[in-house]
């Protein structure tokens, strides 16, 4: 498609895949719509797969009958089984694993799964990683004084770490029976290995919906903090809570800000945090908020978000109070901050997304940046 007369051109839709853009193209071809495709360095595999990186183009002029067809066309390919309550689809939480090292860290997380679990109807698990010097001969924090036999050293290990564990589950039952919430099924699961391997093989193993977790660990130490709980959440396939230290259960999340920039996983993950909280939280209120960083623009954003916020009230707007803001920002941490501060969010929203090692090298990822900062509990979607 050519420029004639230098007519505008916007991005009517984007897309994840290859083969739907051509598909799209295809329809709007049919119709007799000018259009174009254009990637961002991509080759042309039709199983390219690069979030939001596919752009859909028209004349400014064609835009609204363009949207219609696409419309159209996601009604024939997009066609989804309502649930009862109206929405599309409903992300059940059945089983939730809490990873624990026994910190005052760690019992804050799982009293929040507590609750949680009690409001959902689900099963807990609590488990524990012990250091095995067979699977992982360098210990993390802790210097053991080994036996005069490598089976007499696991012995101990597991001993003490068996022990810990009755400890720890004892403060939880004690914290049950303090705030009424009996009842709940909870389970527990000491296995040796390499902390953050070990809990995502069992994760997927034995099919949990939710991690929550906190996000710094024993005494002063940044093991958990900053390599376990982050390895967790850039590696998970189900949604991660990651909870601060001073975080507390307050009754459930009434107030969420979902920190986006209009990718198609977005749309998913928004879905998905809106059944989590749905109907136990009654007059939820979603802030989704995109972030520009300062003295950048692009020309398409505009259109993307009138798209993007249509899309969303379409599918959430009798559910939930849904409010967009588009921020520009020059540090995302404080910067985010200062608008939890001032929407008086109590918890934070983001999906991950997978980049190439030199992409990773320049771009630091957004969540890690959050996590590392956020004094609000961080829930985390994979696209």
């Known amino acids: 498609m050519s420029n004639d007369n230098n007519k505008p051109l916007v991005a009517v839709a984007r897309y994840t895949y290859l083969h739907r853009a051509y598909l799209a193209k295809g329809w709007l071809d049919s119709m007799g719509i000018a259009n174009s495709i254009i990637h961002q360095g991509l080759d042309y595999s039709i199983h390219t797969n690069v979030p939001n990186g596919i752009e859909l183009l028209v004349y400014q002029e064609d835009l609204e009958r363009a949207k219609g067809i696409l419309k159209k066309m996601g009604s024939v390919y997009d066609k989804e089984k309502p649930t009862p ?6 992300y059940k939480i059945r089983k939730i694993l809490v990873p624990t090292d026994f910190s005052t860290n760690a019992f804050n997380a799982a009293k929040y799964a507590l609750h949680v679990a009690n409001k959902k109807g689900a099963q807990i698990t609590l488990f524990h990683t012990f250091f095995n010097p067979i699977i992982s001969p360098l210990t993390y924090e802790n210097t053991f004084s080994f036996s005069s036999s490598i089976h007499e050293a696991l012995a101990d290990i597991e001993k003490n770490a068996t022990e810990s564990m009755a400890t720890f589950l004892e403060q939880i039952k004690e914290y049950i029976a303090a705030n009424d919430l009996n009842h709940l099924d909870i389970k527990t699961e000491l296995i040796g290995g390499i902390a953050e391997d070990t809990i995502l093989d069992y994760v997927e193993d034995a099919s949990y919906d939710l991690i929550i977790v906190g996000n710094k660990g024993r005494s002063n130490s940044d093991y958990w903090y900053g390599s376990v709980t982050s390895h967790i959440i850039s590696k998970a396939r189900v949604p991660v809570v990651a909870i601060p230290k001073d975080s507390e259960f307050k009754g459930g999340a009434k107030s969420v800000v ?5 990718e198609e996983s977005d749309f998913v993950a928004l879905h998905k945090l809106i059944t989590i909280f749905l109907p136990h939280t009654a007059d939820l209120r979603v802030d989704v908020l995109n972030t520009v960083p300062k003295g950048e623009k692009n020309p398409y954003d505009l259109e993307d978000v009138r798209n993007f916020e249509n899309k969303i009230k379409d599918e959430f707007s009798n559910f939930v109070n849904l409010k967009f803001h588009t921020k520009e920002v020059e540090d995302l941490t404080s910067d985010l901050d200062d608008f939890i501060t001032e929407h ?21 990822s957004k969540t890690k940046k959050v996590l590392f900062h956020t004094s609000a509990p961080l829930i985390v979607f994979h696209a």
């Not at 979902?258 to 209009?262: A, C, G, I, L, P």
């Not at 109590?346 to 320049?362: G, P, V």
């Open 85 to 90: 309550d109206g929405l599309s689809y409903e």
């Open 258 to 262: 979902y920190v986006t920039n209009f």
């Open 344 to 364: 008086k969010c109590d918890m934070i929203a983001m999906t991950t997304h997978r980049r190439n090692i030199i992409t990773s090298l320049f771009n630091p």
